[in-house]
């Protein structure tokens, strides 16, 4: 690439929080519903709608036409969705759901990046909320993080889960363990996925997530299959289990706390006993331009979710479970045509044994 | 497009924000500075040197190598710049200072846009600087937000009057009125660059400013050709003149207000009088993908700058100047090719004469 190349590539970064916002106001806003309810507004009929001055919407709406996004009557000055209108409303709701999440656990958040990468903590966090943590604890108390991150959390494990379950093997009868299972999801489609008889699920958690997560199994009828232990990962994981599954976790940590997890899960594993991991990953080819987890998540644990950690290639995860002394027994990268368009994170899943 | 292409392109524009500060946190942190310094340090070594861990310099990393700006040799672990090599660290300091100034005048403010298009006033000043007023009021006040300003709008003047003053004509001896002229930066460059016998020029703006501008004057031994008057455009506009600069200003308002300053332009000049504009535009293709004056000031002038405003295509100023009661005798957009391939705005030069 010429010099001038690259810096025409720095005006797209440029432009980018910009773009990202008046395309998230005209949701916001309610133009684009709007438009879907009645096409062929004007900026007028569109600002008393919404509450804008006209000028104001016409100012918002010129990208969208540029994008193609809507469609602009010059001579009539009347507005209708145009790519918009092709794309079904549940589609729609996603993505608007996830660009809330982005502008409200990152937008301004990004602003302490640097301060965040020196210091090892979320300083945009500390700034907004004057909470000191992570994401995930914040998103326990302040609701205005919690509700639009949980939607995107359920949105993306409704998504994944199934795949993950259909490619793991979870022997009948078998006790399983949920590392840092949550209130008690990633139990409930375990037990509800492949249930056999004598099949146990145990979340594995803080304690202070047992009430909720016993709650959850009464709810969904899987309280006799189900229970809680109480603990932390990196203290000691509870023995006597046949697989243990990591689910939405190893991303969180660097090397060194990834390795103490593998290693701690493979002490409390007998011979034979098994890992199901399923995890974040960079494509092996770093230049993949399709793939967009570069794109997003190295910002988002830095900067707004942990203050440290990040996702790794496969390839990375799987030495680190060979040095941990797991034999890896599978490693399936999701395909990217299986997910929707919008989606930024491409999981994987990774199965290994303990053999020695 | 069909809806995957509408919801992939979605994607790129979620994934604005954390590039944006990905790339310029490694600006921030010095990593690129050290990389050119000492090509070929590993994340370990560049984490020593620029205070942040070897994992977290190695998660920022990943984009810049996707987009092929550093490389990283896998077998030694080594990062070199790929090509930002190539860009001349002048170009590079004046794409970071832009980014430094998107960063801190647009970034976190853009969180409350739609509550800025509602009101039309700036939320984010007021959440994040207890400011009530425009930017530029801000910017007086505020030396974080007033500093990457004026850097970045002394480069954008110092690259764009040149071109301005080349081509307008401003008669010998004339009297000249610089509107909203601010501190007298353009009334200098006035003087510079048309100096005849007898040419005068004057700084219009409001009362507070007349001290820094006679200042200015003299710190540039122009005072005995400039002076400075003191008045708001919207209540009067001073006779007596030949020629009336608007320069960067008729972007900050809307239609109804932007026809009230050519209206009284017009009031103030005698047949024959001649107004020059200097004034970023929209493409009149909309959809011309070259230009990212669309993409940027929309929510810059609605959420980060005035609440309202924006530019408008040149035919629509033109159109606006012809019902204030003017003819337009010029109209010429600058040429994209002369702007740094990291500029955003395209701006355009108007003449008009007032005829009758």
């Not at 000691?236 to 997890?261: C, E, R, T, Y």
């Not at 034999?327 to 399936?332: C, D, E, F, L």
């Given at each position: 690439m010429t010099a001038e190349g690259t810096l025409a590539r720095f005006r797209e970064y440029m432009v980018g929080p910009a773009r990202f916002m008046n395309l998230l106001t005209c949701f916001e806003l309610g133009i684009i519903d709007a438009l879907r309810a009645?096409?062929?507004?004007t900026a007028a009929e569109l600002g008393t709608v919404v509450g804008a001055t006209p000028a104001a919407v016409e100012q918002l709406l010129f990208l969208l036409v540029k994008e193609g996004f809507v469609a602009y009557?010059?001579?009539?000055?009347a507005y209708t969705l145009d790519t918009?209108?092709?794309?079904?409303e549940a589609e729609l709701k996603g993505v608007v759901d996830f660009m809330h999440f982005i502008k409200v656990v990152t937008l301004r958040q990004l602003f302490y990046l640097t301060e965040s990468v020196r210091t090892g903590k979320l300083v945009g966090l500390r700034e907004f909320y004057g909470f000191e943590g992570t994401l995930y604890e914040a998103a326990a108390t302040h609701k205005d993080i919690g509700d639009p991150w949980s939607r995107v959390m359920n949105a993306t494990t409704a998504r994944i889960d199934p795949w993950f379950f259909d490619n793991i093997d979870v022997p009948s009868g078998a006790r399983v363990l949920d590392l840092a299972?949550?209130?008690g999801l990633g139990a409930i489609h375990t037990y509800k996925r492949k249930?056999?008889?004598?099949l146990r699920v145990t979340t594995f958690d803080l304690p202070e997530r047992e009430e909720d997560c016993l709650k959850n199994f009464r709810e969904h009828g899987v309280e006799e299959h189900c229970s809680f232990i109480g603990g932390n990962v990196f203290d000691s994981i509870p023995k006597g289990f046949d697989v243990v599954l990591i689910k939405?976790?190893?991303?969180?940590?660097?090397k060194d706390d990834v390795l103490k997890i593998f290693e701690c899960v493979n002490q409390s594993l007998e011979v034979g006993g098994q890992v199901h991991i399923l995890v974040p990953i960079y494509p092996?080819?770093?230049?993949?331009?399709?793939?967009?987890t570069i794109d997003f998540f190295p910002s988002f644990f830095l900067?707004?979710?942990?203050g440290y950690g990040g996702p790794q290639k496969l390839s990375v995860y799987r030495s680190w479970l060979e040095e941990a002394g797991f034999t890896v027994t599978q490693a399936i990268p999701k395909?990217?045509?299986?997910?929707?368009?919008?989606?930024?994170p491409v999981q994987a899943i990774l199965s290994a044994t303990k053999t020695a």
């Amino acid at each position: 690439m010429t010099a001038e190349g690259t810096l025409a590539r720095f005006r797209e970064y440029m432009v980018g929080p910009a773009r990202f916002m008046n395309l998230l106001t005209c949701f916001e806003l309610g133009i684009i519903d709007a438009l879907r309810a009645n096409p062929g507004m004007t900026a007028a009929e569109l600002g008393t709608v919404v509450g804008a001055t006209p000028a104001a919407v016409e100012q918002l709406l010129f990208l969208l036409v540029k994008e193609g996004f809507v469609a602009y009557d010059e001579a009539s000055g009347a507005y209708t969705l145009d790519t918009l209108a092709e794309v079904p409303e549940a589609e729609l709701k996603g993505v608007v759901d996830f660009m809330h999440f982005i502008k409200v656990v990152t937008l301004r958040q990004l602003f302490y990046l640097t301060e965040s990468v020196r210091t090892g903590k979320l300083v945009g966090l500390r700034e907004f909320y004057g909470f000191e943590g992570t994401l995930y604890e914040a998103a326990a108390t302040h609701k205005d993080i919690g509700d639009p991150w949980s939607r995107v959390m359920n949105a993306t494990t409704a998504r994944i889960d199934p795949w993950f379950f259909d490619n793991i093997d979870v022997p009948s009868g078998a006790r399983v363990l949920d590392l840092a299972g949550n209130t008690g999801l990633g139990a409930i489609h375990t037990y509800k996925r492949k249930a056999s008889p004598g099949l146990r699920v145990t979340t594995f958690d803080l304690p202070e997530r047992e009430e909720d997560c016993l709650k959850n199994f009464r709810e969904h009828g899987v309280e006799e299959h189900c229970s809680f232990i109480g603990g932390n990962v990196f203290d000691s994981i509870p023995k006597g289990f046949d697989v243990v599954l990591i689910k939405h976790f190893i991303d969180m940590w660097d090397k060194d706390d990834v390795l103490k997890i593998f290693e701690c899960v493979n002490q409390s594993l007998e011979v034979g006993g098994q890992v199901h991991i399923l995890v974040p990953i960079y494509p092996e080819n770093v230049k993949d331009t399709d793939n967009y987890t570069i794109d997003f998540f190295p910002s988002f644990f830095l900067g707004c979710s942990m203050g440290y950690g990040g996702p790794q290639k496969l390839s990375v995860y799987r030495s680190w479970l060979e040095e941990a002394g797991f034999t890896v027994t599978q490693a399936i990268p999701k395909d990217p045509a299986d997910l929707p368009p919008y989606a930024l994170p491409v999981q994987a899943i990774l199965s290994a044994t303990k053999t020695a």
